[in-house]
């Protein structure tokens, strides 16, 4: 089993239960995936954004444990510091498990953005977010003019929700 095989495993087995954030955190996988290979990303690059994007929602449960919530900046502070203890156990070099850490600690912080691994993984969580969450016409137009970048993220937008002219 490789590395990001092991790391799905240990998300569902983090999540059992919880089949919605299951289903979530895989199809961001994907879509994160997808981009990250057309715009050009490979080895320990493109492993790091897939890490990402696996754990990227980490916090969401033990935010609702602690506060009752899941709002994006407890997640955020919550799964830090789980993102980067899970990637450790699984074999992730310190320098991946730093930055993986980062980007969940940051990923619903769209105005610091300092990276591909960073716009990647933020195009891929909206693709899903949008669809999961029935965004308005006007939020899905604000969204692509004001978060995406990558051509195939952008392809993709487009593809799946019309142009945003």
Not at 30 to 55: C, D, N, P, Q, W
Not at 91 to 116: C, K, P, W
Request: hydrophobic fraction near 40%; glycine fraction near 8%.
């Amino acid at each position: 089993m490789n590395i990001i095989d092991n790391l799905l495993d240990r998300m569902i087995e983090f999540d059992q239960g919880a089949a919605k954030r299951i289903q979530h955190f895989i199809k961001v996988h994907a879509y994160a995936k997808m981009i990250g290979e057309r715009e050009g990303m490979s080895g320990e690059e493109l492993e790091t954004l897939e890490a990402a994007a696996l754990v990227h929602d980490i916090g969401i449960k033990p935010a609702l444990e602690k506060f009752g919530s899941h709002a994006g900046p407890l997640q955020e502070k919550e799964g830090a510091p789980l993102a980067k203890e899970l990637l450790h156990e699984t074999g992730f070099s310190f320098e991946q498990a730093e930055r993986v850490s980062f980007l969940v600690g940051h990923h619903h912080t769209y105005s610091q953005i300092d990276g591909m691994d960073y716009q990647i993984l933020v195009e891929a969580d909206f693709l899903v977010n949008i669809y999961e969450s029935q965004y308005s016409s006007e939020a899905i137009k604000n969204t692509y003019h004001n978060i995406f970048k990558t051509e195939y993220g952008k392809w993709l937008f487009v593809q799946m929700f019309g142009a945003q002219d």
